[in-house]
């Protein structure tokens, strides 16, 4: 599918996509996230395949007897400190898939080292999105970013920052952050696969 790519000022904006697709609401978390790290190493996605922490820096799907499927690496080659947070995406309307995202960060301060959405289907585990797919919509994942997702005003929203120290500022409690990207994610129901429409900075 020919992704497109569009800016707007900000998440209240109208986005001219010439694209189809359904309400954007259609895209939303189920339940809470499982984020693992250091002693929590395991989350069963389905009843027989599970997200395993490796502890040398990737997630692993494998199945009860310890066949894998899909490996998610951080791009930062990190060894260690890499916790996953893993939660599960409905898209409403779409028959037959179970999708699930995956956010990595390294370091006390959360850095962002890795994004996917992966999907099953009968079985078969497959990459939908990854951070390539967000540096393809303006993300710069090689730099210092915190990055978060979830429904703002009904739409699944990116939201990347970065620290910074204010003027005058001294101690790490007076830290603040800058948005310094965002971006919706859209179902396309035709393709049966997501748009990323870049809402900041406008390009």
């Keep these: 599918m020919n992704k497109k790519f569009f800016a707007a000022l900000m998440?209240?904006?109208a986005l001219a996509t010439?694209?189809?697709s359904v309400s954007a609401a259609a895209?939303?978390?189920?339940g809470e996230t499982t984020f693992l790290y250091m002693d929590k190493r395991v989350v069963?996605?389905?009843e027989d395949v599970s997200a395993t922490d490796l502890?040398?820096?990737?997630l692993c799907l494998m199945d009860r007897n310890g066949n894998r499927m899909l490996t998610m690496r951080n791009i930062d080659d990190a060894k260690g400190g890499v916790g996953f947070a893993v939660r599960e995406i409905r898209v409403e309307g779409d028959q037959g898939r179970r999708y699930w995202e995956i956010l990595a960060d390294v370091g006390a301060h959360g850095k962002n080292c890795g994004y996917w959405l992966i999907a099953e289907?009968?079985?078969t585990w497959f990459f939908m999105l990854t951070t390539e797919s967000l540096a393809s919509a303006g993300y710069t994942p090689q730099e210092w970013h915190l990055l978060k997702s979830g429904v703002v005003d009904g739409r699944f929203i990116l939201t990347s920052s970065h620290e910074y120290m204010p003027e005058g500022a001294q101690f790490g409690?007076?830290?603040q952050h800058a948005v310094d990207?965002?971006?919706e994610l859209v179902w396309v129901p035709e393709a049966r696969s997501f748009a990323i429409e870049t809402i900041f900075p406008q390009g």
């Design 11 to 13: 998440v209240g904006a």
């Design 18 to 20: 010439g694209m189809p």
């Design 27 to 30: 895209v939303e978390p189920v």
């Design 44 to 46: 069963w996605l389905t």
């Design 55 to 58: 502890h040398n820096g990737s």
């Design 121 to 123: 289907e009968q079985g």
């Design 173 to 175: 409690y007076e830290r």
């Design 181 to 183: 990207w965002q971006a």
